[in-house]
């Protein structure tokens, strides 16, 4: 099948800072990925849905201003946590279509200190 | 928006007895209709999926079927094995299945095999 690769898999980062994850597609291109978060134990939460060229569109009560999504390219989508706090620790994911099937990244576990 | 509901949140099940959960979806409109195996630490993988013009689908010892009416679609283990367990969520679309789904996932089931 196909490949979505994620970077970071782990990072830890102190109050304040700001953290890049990135999505990216091996062997297809895709127009549009989606953005996920994960905590412990639970669901998936559709956070936004990153759009190549154009921007992203956010679900309610995700605020963009801190979720920054860039999509420049038909293979990369990152998602950059600005000033981060504790309550933002959590497994974010990102999946992307070939054809029918939605593939996922390994997902990155982010640890604000 | 989709409101999308599984239960159980959690099942044992003697290995080689079969394991069934249950997804109920809230948007008429819903027409595609995976199901997603998370291991531990791992990436969600697509295991089974479903359109909704059929009421069934059965991959070897993976089968879902659908209740339009009701609204509920169900995902069938047999013969477990201890490799069946992790987590599985089952999700709902509107798109058809055809590639960049918005998906909107259930909570997850935690199945356990008990060898």
């Known amino acids: 099948g196909a490949v979505v690769s994620q970077h970071p898999s782990r990072v830890i980062c102190k109050s304040g800072t700001s953290v890049k994850i990135e999505c990216r597609s091996l062997?297809?291109?895709?127009?549009?990925m989606f953005w996920y978060r994960q905590f412990p134990k639970q669901s998936l939460m559709l956070m936004a849905t990153?759009?190549?060229?154009?921007?992203?569109?956010?679900e309610q009560g995700v605020e963009k201003d801190k979720f920054l999504i860039n999509h420049a390219s038909l293979t990369l989508s990152t998602l950059t946590v600005t000033s981060a706090h504790p309550e933002d620790s959590s497994f974010y994911i990102c999946s992307a279509s070939e054809g029918s099937e939605a593939f996922f990244g390994q997902g990155t576990r982010l640890t604000v200190v | 928006g989709e409101n999308v509901e599984q239960h159980p949140s959690t099942l044992s099940v003697q290995e080689g007895d079969s394991a069934v959960i249950k997804c109920t979806y809230s948007d008429s409109a819903s027409n595609y209709f995976p199901w997603y195996k998370q291991e531990l630490g791992k990436r969600p993988q697509l295991i089974i999926d479903i359109r909704s013009n059929v009421g069934e689908k059965k991959d070897q010892r993976i089968a879902v079927t659908l209740n339009k009416t009701a609204k509920h679609f169900s995902l069938h283990i047999t013969e477990t094995q201890p490799e069946d367990s992790a987590v599985y969520f089952c999700a709902a679309s509107i798109g058809g299945g055809f590639g960049n789904e918005k998906l909107t996932f259930g909570t997850g089931t935690r199945l356990t095999i008990i060898p």
């Open positions: 062997d297809f291109q895709a127009t549009t």
């Open positions: 990153s759009n190549e060229g154009s921007k992203a569109t956010y």
